[in-house]
């Protein structure tokens, strides 16, 4: 009961309105010290919970979003698989570069911090297509369940390997990315896998070919990088 008192008074503090607004973009908010980041591009979302010293939990599926309602189908959770294929319903409201996403179990208020529009041509959903082979050959990957997504709106990215089938998720990582000069960096603020890597900076040589993208470099272990992502429709 106090946690959606609280909310209440967090709407109306807000003057947040139930009207249908723009989603698109990257959404933060932070409670017990901890940051919870939300993308929202091409119909998809990713929402990941994190601090400096420790990555915590991450979701995300296909975001529908018809005025004011929303209904969210989960393809990954690393705090609970067993979620993964249901789909959740709320309300928006919006406000003043807020979110207000409303259940029935209470509301979590988001500020935004981009926009995902025409004039981000990275934002978008991409999948990873194609990867360079042992010997120098581009080799295509056969689409199935498991994949590995990108999600990345006008300043922050995600990637996702995941199995929404047998409901695995394998791993995440994100953080902010600047495109300049035909050159894609990524600064990493939190990574599933080893936390050691959080700030490290990658840059790829990056080329956008109709709906191919493709970049080159090195990994944040060191090993070469060479391949193709393509929009997932």
Known sequence: MKVLLIAALLVSTLALRPMAPSTQGAWKMTRDNQTVMMLVSDRYFMQTTYTPDRFVSTRGGIWNQDGNKLSMTIEFDSADSTTVGR????????????????????????????????????????????????????S????????????LTGSRFQWAAINP??????????????????????????????????????????????????HSGQSSTGGKVNEIWSKEK
Do not use: C, H
């Open 140 to 151: 295509p990957m056969q689409r199935g369940a498991r994949k590995t997504l990108k999600l």
């Open 165 to 214: 089938e047998t409901r695995q998720f394998s791993g995440t990582g994100g953080g902010t990315y600047t495109l300049k000069d035909g050159k894609y960096t990524e600064t990493i603020d939190f990574f599933s896998r080893d936390n050691s890597r959080v700030g490290k900076s990658l840059t790829f040589d990056n080329k956008l070919n109709g709906d191919d993208w493709l």
């Open 87 to 138: 789909t959740n319903t709320a309300e928006l409201a919006s406000g003043n570069n807020q979110l207000a996403i409303i259940t029935p179990s209470g509301q979590q208020v988001m500020t935004r911090v981009d926009d995902a529009s025409a004039q981000t041509p990275m934002a978008g959903l991409w999948r990873i297509t194609g990867r360079l082979n042992n010997d120098g050959v581009m």
